[in-house]
C-alpha cells in the first residue's frame, strides 16, 4: 500500500523558515522522482519543486528558485523540501507527488503570517 505521509508545516513569520518532510513506503522510491505541489487557498493546485531518483537534476518554479531547495534520502525513503525567506504568497496547503504513478501525499498547511 502506498502511502506518502507530509509533516512540518505550520505558522511562520515572514522571512522565517521551514523544512517539510514526506516519508514514503509502498513503492520503490529510491527510482522515483518526487515533486513538491501546493495549493493556496482558492487556488488550483501548482508544481513547487522536483527532484529526480538520485537527486542529480532539480527544478523549481520561478516564484521558489533561490529561496527552497529540494532534497531526498534514499535510505530513509524521505523527500524534504527546505523552504527560506518565506513570504506571505507561500501560504499553502503542501504535498508530495509521485509522477506518473499519480501518487499523493494528505498535504500539511504552512501558514506564512505576522
Known amino acids: 500500500q502506498v502511502q506518502l505521509v507530509e509533516s512540518g508545516g505550520g505558522l511562520v513569520q515572514p522571512g522565517g523558515s521551514l523544512r517539510l518532510s514526506c516519508a514514503a513506503s509502498g513503492f520503490t522510491f529510491s527510482r522515483s522522482t518526487m515533486n513538491w505541489y501546493r495549493q493556496p487557498p482558492g487556488k488550483e493546485r501548482e508544481f513547487v519543486a522536483a527532484?529526480?531518483?538520485?537527486?542529480?537534476?532539480?527544478n523549481y518554479a520561478d516564484s521558489v528558485k533561490g529561496r527552497f531547495t529540494v532534497s531526498r534520502d534514499n535510505v530513509k525513503d524521505t523527500v524534504y523540501l527546505q523552504m527560506n525567506s518565506l513570504k506571505p504568497e507561500d501560504t499553502a496547503v503542501y504535498y508530495c507527488?509521485?509522477?506518473?504513478?499519480?501518487?499523493w501525499g494528505q498535504g500539511t498547511q504552512v501558514t506564512v503570517s505576522s
Open positions: 527532484i529526480t531518483s538520485n537527486g542529480g537534476w532539480r
Open positions: 507527488y509521485v509522477p506518473g504513478r499519480n501518487y
